[in-house]
């Protein structure tokens, strides 16, 4: 199992940025998957997480309206856009497979994940 963040960078408040998250050896229709990010000093945050039956979504309140989780079966690829970014989005961000998923960030057991991608919102 393996996962790879990528997108990541330098944006304005205000801005916006799409992550990418490209896996493999494993089919990416079969999992639940989703994001967290992790900020120096600060506990992980669970951000949003996409089932594999429906593709029903999920996002924490910090996100909600902001962040919008999608994935491309296909190109096995998981996608993150992020509008109306803040300084307090600031921190690496991280794919992750998930085992159990629900309504709210405590449902969510983030199990694999690979390498990050620094996000840094500035002006």
């Known amino acids: 199992v393996q996962l790879q963040a990528s997108g990541g960078g330098l944006v304005q408040p205000g801005g916006s940025l799409k992550l990418s998250c490209v896996v493999s050896g494993f089919n990416l229709g079969s999992y639940a998957i989703g994001w967290f990010r992790q900020a120096p000093g600060k506990e992980r945050e669970g951000l949003s997480c996409?089932?594999?039956?429906?593709?029903?979504?999920y996002y924490a309140r910090s996100v909600r309206g902001r962040f919008n989780i999608s994935r491309d079966n296909a190109e096995n690829t998981l996608y993150l856009q992020m509008n109306s970014l803040k300084p307090e989005d600031t921190a690496v961000y991280y794919c992750?497979?998930?085992?159990?998923?629900?309504?709210?960030?405590?449902?969510?057991?983030?199990?694999?994940w690979g390498q990050g991608t620094q996000v840094t919102v500035s002006s």
């Open positions: 996409i089932s594999p039956t429906d593709s029903s979504t």
């Open positions: 992750a497979t998930v085992m159990s998923y629900g309504p709210g960030p405590s449902d969510w057991d983030f199990r694999s």
